[in-house]
């Protein structure tokens, strides 16, 4: 299918420019299969009087975009329900398409996000927490490293030290993103700082949704976690002329694709070139850990 202007700006829009993606990575149009990234970054400097300094140095990445497939295929007998309920069948599969491409990109950047924050959540990791992981495994358990909330208020202190924890590691403020599973949103949402999100124009349903707002941090909801996950994500969005997670795409290279085979059942792919790049150092924008209420004994 043969995309005019117009319409590759309104789908690179629609995939590339949603507010939760900007909010979580910065997002860079590009022509071509590369991308040189440029960006600045904290060093240590050696001095002669043995001093500890620390200076900017430009630092360079090079991206290579990666080419994105998403088909969707129906039935004739699909086909002919959907004509019969005054439905277009292509019309409908393109749309679905376009959805699951979006989600399919949200999802990569989630998984880098808790790539990353994994990272530093095992490098917390005491010489007693350590040894505990070898002894769970011994039993085939997985440790998982808790810090006891009594309530709300301790919860919120938890949130406000990892967000300190963010401004210490990369030097550029503290974290103003949270990212929870839909377990724990009850819990925010009881607090008295919690600010409401109009659902109906933020959320991105089945997968990322803005829940609202403690103070300067924003309250983001991964519905795809399962509702008994502690896990608490919260990060900082770094500048593109920065360290951290970046997501460049190929405006040029999207294209919608149909094809109508001889059983009439029509196939429908959509085709994108992009890609979620971590630059060196970007886990210093991301804390992870998980909580435990000690109501019960065990995680919630």
């Not at 005491?126 to 006891?148: A, E, G, H, P, Q």
């Not at 403690?214 to 593109?240: C, F, Q, T």
Request: charged share 25%; with cysteine; aromatic share 10%.
């Amino acid at each position: 299918m043969q995309l005019s202007k117009d319409n590759i700006d309104t789908l690179a829009k629609f995939i590339y420019e949603d507010a939760n993606i900007n909010s979580l990575v910065n997002v860079i149009q590009n022509s071509g299969d590369n991308y040189v990234h440029n960006y600045l970054d904290f060093v240590a400097l050696e001095t002669n009087d043995k001093q500890a300094q620390i200076g900017l140095q430009l630092h360079q990445h090079v991206a290579e975009l990666d080419t994105v497939f998403e088909s969707i295929t129906m039935t004739a007998t699909d086909v002919y329900d959907m004509k019969a309920c005054g439905v277009d069948a292509v019309e409908a599969s393109t749309s679905k398409v376009i959805e699951c491409t979006k989600n399919k990109l949200i999802r990569s950047v989630l998984s880098e996000i808790y790539s990353l924050g994994h990272e530093n959540y095992l490098e917390s990791f005491t010489r007693f927490d350590k040894l505990k992981t070898w002894v769970y495994k011994l039993f085939s358990k997985t440790y998982i490293k808790s810090y006891n909330v009594k309530n709300n208020t301790s919860l919120l202190g938890k949130l406000f030290l990892f967000g300190n924890k963010v401004a210490i590691t990369c030097r550029r403020g503290s974290g103003d993103i949270c990212i929870i599973g839909p377990g724990l949103l009850n819990k925010f949402i009881d607090m008295s700082m919690f600010v409401h999100a109009d659902t109906v124009t933020n959320e991105i349903p089945g997968i990322l949704q803005y829940a609202g707002n403690i103070g300067a941090i924003k309250i983001m909801v991964n519905n795809e976690l399962p509702y008994n996950d502690k896990s608490i994500i919260v990060m900082r969005k770094s500048k593109r002329d920065e360290s951290g997670l970046h997501l460049v795409y190929d405006k040029n290279a999207l294209s919608i694709m149909t094809i109508c085979e001889v059983t009439m059942a029509p196939k429908v792919g959509a085709k994108t070139k992009h890609k979620v790049f971590k630059t060196d150092n970007a886990k210093v924008f991301i804390q992870k850990f998980y909580v435990n209420y000690k109501e019960n004994s065990k995680l919630l």
